[in-house]
Structure formats: structure tokens, C-alpha cells
């Protein structure tokens, strides 16, 4: 269970609060641009340290930990790949940082791009592939990362509605299907409604604890019916 | 220790900029005073300093504008070859100079022909002249980045209120661009040492620098050289810091092939884009015309001043790409000022401090190459710092956040994300330093006997005892070193780069 107990967050002029607990599953973050969802996403990765308030881990304080040591992996919006490294070598971050791979260890990275899709591509430069191979490709390496928190941050945010829809149906039933607690950012509330278990509305400078997807669209509160409009 | 290169690096740097100056100063007799002659090298300094940037600057506004406002063949040739002067030895320079401008030169022919009086390039004439072949080229691609600055819209927008675009844009852009531009070129021109040794001298042409050589090289007054040497860097260090001020500019910066629609366009601008053409190819031209049939007089002396050139130049581009990755790296505002300092840093104060440091221990000719090495390695390193820096920050900016989730740290992020990335910089900055190091005629000329003589040495030396065309190969040597060297060091930095 993933807990900010009383997290403040500052950046400038801007605050958000967060007081909330995210179980696993995928849960969507969504709520007007500008609003602080990537501000949160920040926090949770380590990129920004709240002013007050603790981050937890099932009982570990995180709050302070660098990025590298935590239990998260993040995908963002561009950028997920080196584009200088194979996208053998590029997965295979996630298991030796220092690209020193064993052969198992090649074995399993074979068997992590099988998984996405991306069978036999291994040698290729990001370059020769698709925006939507690319985006794979990341979520291979978000599979064989050891860390029960996945982060995206408007990763597919580039894609098309159906290959969008494509990464998240991967992500559900890979990353899910592990028992790992995954968030996503999106501004789309379509593919909330679609994929999510729970939503996490963030909307004027508050991250409100999560709802039930069914629950929440069915009687939004004031800040998701503005923000969703009609 | 994750600061130590940096912290090595400064030091390194802080020790053969101010702490050379520091230890020429304890020797200065300030109460000698100045002679005449160095009241004299003190004016002439400042005052060619400022011609030269001036004329760069005023032939050079034209010339940035015809380059702003036509789409021809052979443009991106002539951009090219305004990058040139940067990496072009200065002495090769000046010969081609000579070849067009000199006694025997294409011009006094001309004139003789014509039954004119034939002119003499030596003297300040010479100097400016000179200066001005290095710096109008940097000049049209300074004030070029503020013409191709200006928005498309803006154009286009005058065109329609049938407006001036002179008053409306283009004196505001010049209004911003040519003090920083001028004070650039004045700052270059104020360190000038091999123009002045080649094409100067004598008690009405004789810059700051070739008084410090003097005083060093055949009087040995110390105290006199040391003088002139906290002179000089006063001078530097305070046209660098008005510079520093007002120049938001660079002359490295890409873009350059953008050409915006006018509808306001002048013949003479294919006036201008010719006369500078001829201005700077002419004397190259003459460069490699003379020079291919003086290559077979090279004797053994010339080659192996060319491998000493060579292999000075390897070890500063390594030093000097070193200093720079560290300070890159470490970023922030000291380092900035750091990496800024030898550009108010002259060779010459730097070679006589060190001299000064070294004369008790060891005999200054024996290690007039590794001291070359240093100096040039420092000197290059502003423009290594100006390449890199930039590219550090981008490749931060883009990959920070991912290189830090997945626990990339020192040794292995440099290894892993950085050194891949920042290899076409690398190459390009290499390059830069490798060419500057081949050809400079500086420090080197201080201490050197004919045991270590570089290969602009070697051809200076050619030059004073008038075999012109010996002289004339080893130019040609030279140049094809310097280019070769650049263009083998950006190359390697752009293979099998993926993007």
C-alpha cells in the first residue's frame, strides 16, 4: 500500500496536498492541466520532496529516499528510451544498471520483450522502431524492474486513441496482473473509465483520495463535473 | 569526491591563469616604470585593437545582410567558410597575406603594372589587415545569428505597411548585436602576438605581447616582461569582463542556413557576398598554389617540427577536453567564471609566469612542449567549455529523471548516458582545440630552442630567413594539419551517432 500521510508539496506560488492511500491496481490520476497530477507523480518518484508530510511504502518512510532506491519505476511522456542503446540494452537497464548483463539475465529480457510484443527486436536502435513499439519496449522494462510501483505519466499521451488503448489493455494485463499498484496520469477520462479500478481527481491544489471508477463517474463531485464539463 | 575533477580542473586552471600572473607580478619592477617604447606598445595595442574591430564590424554588417536576405548556390559553402578563420593557423594566414598583399604579392603587381607605387603590408596597415581577415568572418556570423533571429513574421509583417525594415527592424537587431560583436573582436585582437611578430614590430607596430616576447626572448629583463605581463592582463581582464556583460551572442551557434522571404533587396549585396569571397579565399588559394611545389623542400627539420606540433596538439586536446568534461559537469556559476578566465588570460603572461616559476628548477627549453601543452590546453578551453557545456545541460534536461529512476549514478551514468551522448560535442570541441593547438604560434615561441620547435616555429623561422618557399609547403603542411585534424576529430564524434 502506497501512503502520503499529510504531503504537502510546493513548487513556486504553487501548493498541492495529498492525505491519501493508493492500493494496487491501476489507478488513474486525472483532473484539469496545471492542476499538480504530475506534480504528485513527482513526489512519489522522488523528483521533488514534500515540505511536510510523509511518503510510505507498506510501513517504509520513502519520503526522503532517492529516486533510484525507491520501490517506483516511472515511464514519461518522451524520452523512456536512450536513444543509443539497443532496446535490449535499454530493458536490460532494469536488471543491471551497469549493462553488465548475465545470460539469464539476457534470457529474461528476451522473454519481457516476447511478452510485450517485441520478439526478436532486441538489436534494434529505438529510431528503427514505432512510436507504439517504443512505448512498449518501456513497459518491458517497467515489467522486469524489480519495483512494485509503476509511475506513468502521460506516457502514451503521444499514441493515437487505439494504440493508446492498445498500451493500457498491455499494462493492465501485465504490470496489474503482477499485483503491482500502477499509476497513470491521463487527461482523457475515457481511458479512465476504461481501465482504471480506482481514480485519484486532482483539482484545486488537492489530490483527493481515491474512489471506485464506477462510483466516482457515476456521482462525479463538483470538481470533476467542472473539470469534465456539460 | 564527487566534486574532485572539477576541484582539479579549477585548480589547474586558477594556477596557469592567475597564479602565473601572480608570480610574473612578483617580479615586476614597478619602480622602473614604463619606458616610452612600452607606452608606446600600450597604445598601438588598444588602438589597432579597436580599428580592427571596427572595420570587422562595419564590412562585415553588409556583407551579414546580403547573407540574410539571398538564397543562391554555394551559400552554405560561404557560411562554411566564414567558420574557417577560427581553426586556420595564424602564420598560414599571414602568408597567404603576404602572397596577395606583400612586396612580391598579386596587389603590387597589379599596381606596378599599372605604374603605381606598390604599398608595404608591414607595419599597422599589416596588422589591421590581418585582424581583419580573421575577424570579419566572425563578425558576419555574429551579426547573421541576430539577422536570422528576427521572425519571418516581422518581415512580412513591414512588407504589408510597406514600412521601412531598415528603421523598423534591423537597426534595433544591429543596435543590440554590434557593441557585443565589436567588443568580442576588440578582446581578440588585444592578445594578438603572431600578427603582430609577423607583420608588425618596430617601434610604431608592436602590440603589448610581442613587447613581453621582446623583453623575454632577447633582453632577459624579467622585471620589464613581468610589467607588461600584469598590464596585459589588466587590459584582458577588462575588455573580457565589458564583454562578458554585454554579449549575449555566439559565433558557434547552428541555424545560420535559414534564409527569410524579403521584399526589400539591393544588387550590391552580390557585391558585398563576392568581395568577401575573394577577400577570403584568395589568400588560401595562394596558400596551397605556392606552397605544392615548396612541399618537396621540405627537409627532415620540418617533418619532425610537424610531428612535434602533432603530438602537442593531441595531448592539450585531451587535457583540455578533460578539463571541460569536468567542469560541464559540474556546472554552476564558479565554474562558469572559471572556464571564462583564459579568455582574459594571454599566452604570453601565462608562458612568462611559468617561466618564472620553472627557470630555477629546470632548464626552460626542455619542457617548452609540456608547458605548450598546458598553455594551449587552458586557452582552448573556453570555446571546449562553450560546446559542452550546453550539451550537458540538454542531456540532463531530457534523461535526468529517467538515468535517476533506474539508479544510474556517477561512473556508470557517464559511462552508460552521458559520454554516448555528448560525442558529437566531444568531436566537435576536439576538434576545435586540435586545430588551435597545431597552429599556435605563442608560447612556444618564448621558450623553444630548434630541438623543440613546433611547426609554426619552424615555418616563422623559414619566413625571417626569407626561404619563402620552403616557407610556402610548410604553410601548406600546416594547413592541410589543422583542417585534417578538425575534420578528423568532428567526423569521428559524428559516426555512427544515432540521433
Given at each position: 500500500?502506497?501512503?502520503?500521510?499529510?504531503?504537502?508539496?510546493?513548487?513556486?506560488?504553487?501548493r498541492?496536498?495529498?492525505?491519501?492511500?493508493?492500493?494496487?491496481?491501476?489507478?488513474?490520476?486525472?483532473?484539469?492541466?496545471?492542476?499538480g497530477?504530475?506534480?504528485?507523480?513527482?513526489?512519489?518518484?522522488g523528483?521533488?520532496?514534500?515540505?511536510?508530510?510523509r511518503?510510505r511504502?507498506?510501513?517504509?518512510?520513502?519520503?526522503?529516499?532517492?529516486?533510484?532506491?525507491?520501490?517506483?519505476?516511472?515511464?514519461?511522456?518522451?524520452n523512456?528510451?536512450?536513444?543509443?542503446?539497443?532496446i535490449?540494452?535499454?530493458?536490460?537497464?532494469?536488471?543491471?544498471?551497469?549493462?553488465?548483463?548475465?545470460?539469464?539475465?539476457?534470457?529474461?529480457?528476451?522473454?519481457?520483450?516476447?511478452a510485450?510484443?517485441?520478439e526478436?527486436?532486441?538489436?534494434?536502435?529505438?529510431?528503427?522502431?514505432?512510436?507504439?513499439?517504443?512505448?512498449?519496449?518501456?513497459?518491458?522494462?517497467?515489467?522486469?524492474?524489480?519495483?512494485?510501483?509503476?509511475?506513468l505519466d502521460?506516457?502514451?499521451?503521444?499514441?493515437?486513441p487505439?494504440?493508446?488503448?492498445?498500451?493500457l489493455?498491455l499494462?493492465?494485463?501485465?504490470?496489474?496482473?503482477?499485483?503491482?499498484?500502477?499509476?497513470?496520469?491521463?487527461?482523457?477520462?475515457q481511458?479512465?473509465?476504461?481501465?482504471?479500478?480506482?481514480?485519484?481527481?486532482?483539482?484545486d491544489?488537492?489530490?483527493?483520495?481515491?474512489?471506485?471508477?464506477?462510483?466516482?463517474?457515476?456521482?462525479?463531485?463538483?470538481?470533476?463535473?467542472?473539470?469534465?464539463?456539460? | 569526491?564527487?566534486?574532485?575533477?572539477?576541484w582539479?580542473?579549477?585548480?589547474?586552471?586558477?594556477?596557469?591563469t592567475?597564479?602565473?600572473?601572480?608570480a610574473?607580478?612578483?617580479r615586476?619592477?614597478?619602480?622602473?616604470?614604463?619606458?616610452?617604447?612600452?607606452?608606446?606598445?600600450?597604445r598601438?595595442?588598444?588602438?589597432q585593437?579597436?580599428?580592427?574591430?571596427?572595420?570587422?564590424?562595419?564590412?562585415?554588417?553588409?556583407?551579414?545582410?546580403?547573407?540574410?536576405?539571398?538564397?543562391?548556390?554555394?551559400r552554405?559553402?560561404?557560411v562554411?567558410?566564414?567558420?574557417?578563420?577560427?581553426?586556420?593557423?595564424?602564420?598560414?594566414?599571414?602568408?597567404g597575406?603576404l602572397a596577395?598583399?606583400?612586396?612580391?604579392?598579386?596587389?603590387?603587381?597589379?599596381?606596378?603594372?599599372?605604374g603605381?607605387?606598390?604599398?608595404?603590408?608591414?607595419?599597422?596597415?599589416?596588422?589591421?589587415?590581418?585582424?581583419?581577415?580573421?575577424?570579419?568572418?566572425?563578425?558576419?556570423?555574429?551579426?547573421?545569428?541576430g539577422?536570422?533571429?528576427?521572425?519571418?513574421?516581422?518581415?512580412?509583417?513591414?512588407?504589408?505597411?510597406n514600412?521601412?525594415?531598415?528603421?523598423?527592424?534591423?537597426?534595433?537587431?544591429?543596435?543590440?548585436?554590434?557593441?557585443?560583436?565589436?567588443?568580442?573582436?576588440?578582446l581578440?585582437?588585444?592578445?594578438?602576438?603572431?600578427?603582430?611578430?609577423?607583420?608588425?614590430?618596430?617601434?610604431?607596430?608592436?602590440?603589448v605581447?610581442?613587447?613581453?616576447?621582446?623583453?623575454?626572448?632577447?633582453?632577459?629583463?624579467?622585471?620589464?616582461?613581468?610589467?607588461?605581463?600584469?598590464?596585459?592582463?589588466?587590459?584582458?581582464?577588462?575588455?573580457?569582463?565589458v564583454?562578458?556583460?554585454?554579449t549575449?551572442?555566439?559565433?558557434?551557434?547552428?541555424?545560420?542556413?535559414?534564409?527569410?522571404?524579403?521584399?526589400?533587396?539591393?544588387?550590391?549585396?552580390w557585391?558585398?557576398l563576392?568581395?568577401?569571397?575573394?577577400?577570403?579565399?584568395?589568400?588560401?588559394?595562394?596558400?596551397?598554389?605556392?606552397?605544392?611545389?615548396?612541399l618537396g623542400?621540405?627537409?627532415?627539420?620540418?617533418?619532425?617540427?610537424?610531428?612535434?606540433?602533432?603530438?602537442?596538439?593531441?595531448?592539450?586536446?585531451?587535457?583540455?577536453?578533460?578539463?571541460?568534461?569536468?567542469?560541464?559537469?559540474?556546472?554552476?556559476f564558479?565554474?562558469?567564471?572559471?572556464?571564462?578566465?583564459?579568455?582574459?588570460a594571454?599566452?604570453?603572461?601565462?608562458?612568462?609566469?611559468?617561466?618564472?616559476?620553472?627557470?630555477?628548477f629546470?632548464?626552460p627549453?626542455?619542457?617548452?612542449?609540456?608547458?605548450?601543452?598546458c598553455?594551449n590546453?587552458?586557452?582552448?578551453?573556453?570555446?571546449?567549455?562553450?560546446?559542452?557545456?550546453?550539451?550537458?545541460?540538454?542531456?540532463?534536461?531530457?534523461?535526468?529523471?529517467?538515468?535517476?529512476?533506474?539508479?544510474?549514478?556517477?561512473?556508470?551514468?557517464?559511462?552508460?548516458?552521458?559520454?554516448?551522448?555528448?560525442?558529437?560535442?566531444?568531436?566537435?570541441?576536439?576538434?576545435?582545440?586540435?586545430?588551435?593547438?597545431?597552429?599556435?604560434?605563442?608560447?612556444?615561441?618564448?621558450?623553444?630552442?630548434?630541438?623543440?620547435?613546433?611547426?609554426?616555429?619552424?615555418?616563422?623561422?623559414?619566413?625571417?630567413?626569407?626561404?619563402?618557399?620552403?616557407?610556402?609547403?610548410?604553410?601548406?603542411?600546416?594547413?592541410?594539419?589543422?583542417?585534417g585534424?578538425?575534420?578528423?576529430?568532428d567526423?569521428?564524434?559524428?559516426?555512427?551517432?544515432d540521433?
Amino acid at each position: 500500500m502506497l501512503t502520503l500521510d499529510g504531503v504537502t508539496l510546493a513548487q513556486g506560488d504553487f501548493r498541492l496536498t495529498a492525505d491519501l492511500r493508493i492500493p494496487p491496481g491501476l489507478t488513474a490520476v486525472i483532473g484539469p492541466s496545471g492542476g499538480g497530477k504530475s506534480t504528485l507523480l513527482a513526489a512519489v518518484a522522488g523528483f521533488l520532496t514534500p515540505r511536510a508530510g510523509r511518503i510510505r511504502w507498506d510501513g517504509d518512510d520513502i519520503t526522503v529516499r532517492q529516486p533510484g532506491d525507491r520501490p517506483v519505476t516511472m515511464l514519461f511522456q518522451d524520452n523512456n528510451l536512450f536513444p543509443h542503446l539497443t532496446i535490449a540494452q535499454n530493458v536490460g537497464l532494469a536488471l543491471a544498471p551497469r549493462l553488465r548483463l548475465t545470460v539469464a539475465q539476457q534470457e529474461q529480457v528476451a522473454v519481457a520483450l516476447a511478452a510485450v510484443g517485441l520478439e526478436g527486436m532486441g538489436d534494434r536502435k529505438p529510431r528503427a522502431l514505432s512510436g507504439g513499439q517504443q512505448g512498449r519496449a518501456a513497459l518491458a522494462r517497467a515489467l522486469l524492474a524489480d519495483r512494485p510501483v509503476v509511475l506513468l505519466d502521460e506516457a502514451f499521451a503521444a499514441l493515437g486513441p487505439s494504440l493508446r488503448h492498445e498500451m493500457l489493455t498491455l499494462v493492465r494485463d501485465r504490470l496489474v496482473g503482477q499485483g503491482r499498484t500502477v499509476i497513470v496520469v491521463t487527461h482523457d477520462p475515457q481511458d479512465a473509465r476504461d481501465f482504471a479500478d480506482q481514480v485519484v481527481l486532482v483539482a484545486d491544489g488537492v489530490a483527493h483520495p481515491p474512489r471506485d471508477t464506477a462510483v466516482i463517474f457515476e456521482d462525479p463531485p463538483q470538481a470533476l463535473r467542472d473539470y469534465l464539463g456539460g | 569526491m564527487r566534486g574532485l575533477p572539477a576541484w582539479l580542473a579549477t585548480t589547474l586552471v586558477l594556477l596557469l591563469t592567475l597564479g602565473t600572473l601572480a608570480a610574473v607580478a612578483l617580479r615586476a619592477e614597478v619602480g622602473h616604470g614604463l619606458s616610452a617604447g612600452d607606452w608606446a606598445a600600450i597604445r598601438f595595442t588598444l588602438g589597432q585593437a579597436a580599428v580592427s574591430a571596427l572595420v570587422s564590424v562595419a564590412l562585415a554588417v553588409p556583407v551579414a545582410r546580403a547573407l540574410a536576405r539571398r538564397r543562391f548556390r554555394g551559400r552554405g559553402v560561404l557560411v562554411m567558410l566564414l567558420g574557417a578563420p577560427f581553426i586556420l593557423p595564424v602564420i598560414v594566414a599571414v602568408l597567404g597575406l603576404l602572397a596577395v598583399f606583400g612586396r612580391g604579392g598579386l596587389l603590387n603587381a597589379g599596381l606596378e603594372a599599372a605604374g603605381l607605387a606598390p604599398v608595404s603590408i608591414y607595419g599597422a596597415g599589416g596588422v589591421v589587415l590581418a585582424h581583419v581577415f580573421f575577424n570579419l568572418p566572425l563578425a558576419v556570423r555574429l551579426i547573421l545569428q541576430g539577422w536570422v533571429q528576427i521572425p519571418a513574421e516581422r518581415f512580412q509583417l513591414a512588407a504589408q505597411l510597406n514600412a521601412s525594415v531598415w528603421r523598423l527592424l534591423e537597426a534595433p537587431m544591429l543596435a543590440r548585436a554590434l557593441p557585443g560583436a565589436t567588443l568580442v573582436i576588440f578582446l581578440i585582437c588585444l592578445t594578438s602576438f603572431a600578427v603582430a611578430l609577423t607583420l608588425g614590430g618596430g617601434p610604431r607596430a608592436t602590440t603589448v605581447e610581442l613587447a613581453i616576447w621582446q623583453a623575454v626572448r632577447f633582453d632577459f629583463d624579467l622585471g620589464r616582461a613581468a610589467l607588461l605581463s600584469c598590464i596585459q592582463f589588466a587590459l584582458c581582464a577588462t575588455a573580457a569582463a565589458v564583454a562578458w556583460r554585454v554579449t549575449p551572442v555566439d559565433g558557434f551557434g547552428g541555424g545560420l542556413d535559414r534564409v527569410v522571404a524579403r521584399w526589400d533587396q539591393s544588387l550590391w549585396d552580390w557585391l558585398w557576398l563576392a568581395a568577401v569571397t575573394v577577400f577570403l579565399a584568395l589568400p588560401l588559394a595562394m596558400v596551397i598554389w605556392r606552397g605544392v611545389p615548396g612541399l618537396g623542400d621540405l627537409g627532415p627539420g620540418i617533418w619532425a617540427a610537424a610531428g612535434r606540433s602533432v603530438a602537442v596538439a593531441a595531448g592539450s586536446t585531451a587535457l583540455s577536453l578533460l578539463l571541460g568534461l569536468a567542469l560541464a559537469l559540474r556546472g554552476g556559476f564558479v565554474t562558469s567564471i572559471v572556464g571564462v578566465l583564459p579568455l582574459a588570460a594571454s599566452a604570453l603572461v601565462m608562458g612568462t609566469g611559468l617561466f618564472l616559476l620553472l627557470f630555477p628548477f629546470a632548464n626552460p627549453a626542455t619542457l617548452a612542449l609540456p608547458v605548450t601543452l598546458c598553455v594551449n590546453a587552458v586557452m582552448a578551453l573556453p570555446f571546449v567549455l562553450r560546446v559542452l557545456a550546453p550539451a550537458v545541460k540538454d542531456i540532463r534536461a531530457n534523461y535526468g529523471r529517467l538515468a535517476e529512476t533506474l539508479g544510474l549514478r556517477s561512473v556508470d551514468l557517464l559511462r552508460i548516458v552521458i559520454m554516448p551522448r555528448l560525442r558529437r560535442p566531444l568531436g566537435f570541441a576536439a576538434g576545435l582545440t586540435a586545430a588551435l593547438s597545431i597552429g599556435d604560434l605563442g608560447v612556444i615561441a618564448l621558450f623553444a630552442t630548434d630541438a623543440q620547435e613546433t611547426l609554426p616555429l619552424a615555418m616563422y623561422r623559414l619566413m625571417g630567413a626569407y626561404r619563402m618557399d620552403a616557407a610556402a609547403g610548410a604553410a601548406l603542411l600546416l594547413l592541410a594539419l589543422a583542417l585534417g585534424a578538425f575534420w578528423v576529430c568532428d567526423r569521428g564524434g559524428r559516426m555512427h551517432v544515432d540521433a
